[in-house]
């Protein structure tokens, strides 16, 4: 049996995802970014605000989530395609990086990007950059 891993992610074209942040994603992730940091300020709004920078990539630029796939080749020549579970950080150890750094390097981290997105040139960095704010925010593995 011959197993390969690959990692997949089901995005809209790139056409599509750059007009996206063309006429919507670059004021709609900014608000996002505003109502998330304002929820993050209380206590008990952090749960959604870090929800809301886990989406992020998804509001800016029609960006999902990577999945790894087990693709399993058997001696019969059948294919067996099976999702692997994303294993995360400890919990504990995402909460106090979170407290620590997690909180104030993400916002510096998203206005960065942000500033990327708003040239041509930086627009693929700025994308990629979003596409890791749920680390930067909380060590989530995605």
Same mark, same amino acid.
């Given at each position: ?14 056409? $599509? ?11 709609? #992730? ?14 008990? #709004? ?6 809301? $920078?886990?989406? $992020? ?6 960006? #999902? ?56 040139? #930086? ?8 596409? $890791? ?10």
């Amino acid at each position: 049996m011959n197993t390969t891993v690959v990692n997949t992610r089901q995005n809209p074209g790139c056409l $599509l995802q750059i007009l996206w942040f063309a006429f919507i994603g670059w004021w709609l #992730g900014q608000l996002w970014i505003v109502i998330a940091w304002i929820l993050m300020v209380s206590i008990v #709004g952090i749960p959604l605000g870090v929800m809301m $920078l886990n989406v $992020l990539p998804r509001v800016i630029a029609l960006r #999902g989530e990577t999945r790894q796939v087990s693709v399993t080749t058997r001696p019969d020549g059948t294919i067996v395609q099976r999702e692997l579970p994303e294993t995360q950080v400890n919990i504990l150890v995402r909460a106090i990086y979170f407290i620590f750094v997690g909180w104030w390097l993400s916002a510096i981290w998203m206005e960065a990007a942000y500033a990327l997105c708003l040239t041509i040139i #930086g627009l693929p960095i700025g994308f990629l950059m979003f596409d $890791l704010v749920p680390a930067v925010v909380s060590l989530k593995r995605t």
